[in-house]
């Protein structure tokens, strides 16, 4: 039988860089609530919840739940969310498609146990809204605001299909167009929009080069 050819693989040439991101508006956070998911997953294996009629309401207990803390204690933003929102600002028609952000842009953890890129921000402030939930029903909601925040972002890219001023760019118009969190622009609202901080000097390097490699035959094997 004769022998398959080797098969090599082009290195992929990386490039890490570092920039700000600076709220334009308040960011408001809405983590779901390990209570709620405990009942979620009860229902689920058919355990009955308790209604909880009667039960006082913890109110800051709820506001500080819904924010996304890192392990240091400071808040932070998950690294999909920012992911998401880059991606949704892509489209062919800007020359920057969608599936070229997924595949080329990637979004690096501060804190990798959380999956989360810590945040600088003032202390938030409490919010009650009044949401509907169900058919026709309504709830309060008691969520985190940051008035002043902002974001470094590590990004690693593959520059051999997009450049650091083409994702730099992709970002302001996800921060105009798209935003974080609740109540963004991309559902309707005005919250969560950013932009990249002009103060802050763009960092960027190279990554190493994957190595090579190479498939070898039974016969180079032995």
Known sequence: MAAKASIKLIPQKLVEIVFQIIGTSPLIQHRWDEKVLVNLRNTHDGVKVKAGRG???DREGEFRRAAYTCENGKFGVPTGAIKKCVMNAAHKDIGFERTLAKRAIK????DMANNLVEMECDDPI???DVVRVGQGGTDLRYRPEFRNWSVVVTCHIDKETVTTEAVLNLFNRAGFGVGLH???PEKGGE?????IDQSFPVQQRDLPELSLVKSTTKKEAA
């Open 55 to 57: 039960e006082k309401r």
């Open 191 to 195: 919250y969560g929009c950013f932009e």
């Open 182 to 184: 609740e109540w963004r």
């Open 126 to 128: 409490m919010r009650e």
């Open 107 to 110: 979004v690096i953890a501060t």
